[in-house]
């Protein structure tokens, strides 16, 4: 019989399964957010990778936390056959929670987030070619 630390995950395979879980999950989103959030995970991910034991816990929580919400809102809007309703607001007492270099990420994804695609205005701007 196997015993139970046999079977369990390390702590480096759990994050490398929580790390690709979160990739695969991103393959459902349209391919701009998916562009985006890849690429902020990877940072992320790589940001933590000597982060202290007490941050640890807190970094795998609020991961794991994203997965599920983005999975549920993803298999609902398939479901529906919509386009995914897709981000969570967040109470005055959930942004005091963060630092202030996570207020400025925050920011700077909801900018990029919002930014218009550059080609859908050319294409809307620009005549077409025969």
């Excluded at 929580?61 to 298999?75: E, F, P, R």
């Amino acid at each position: 019989m196997a015993s139970a630390t046999s079977t369990a995950f390390t702590h480096v395979q759990r994050v490398r399964l929580l790390y690709k879980t979160i990739l695969r999950i991103h393959r459902g989103l349209p391919l701009e957010i998916k562009a985006i959030g890849d690429q902020y995970v990877k940072d992320e991910f790589k940001r933590h990778k000597t982060c202290q034991p007490q941050e640890v816990n807190q970094f795998m929580t609020g991961w794991v936390d994203y997965a599920v919400t983005l999975a549920k809102q993803l298999n609902v809007s398939q479901l529906k056959k919509q386009t995914p309703t897709l981000g969570k607001h967040l109470t005055p007492e959930e942004l005091d929670l963060f630092k202030d270099d996570q207020i400025s990420q925050l920011h700077e994804l909801m900018q990029e987030a919002i930014k218009p695609k550059v080609d859908s205005v050319e294409d809307d701007i620009l005549p077409k070619k025969l």
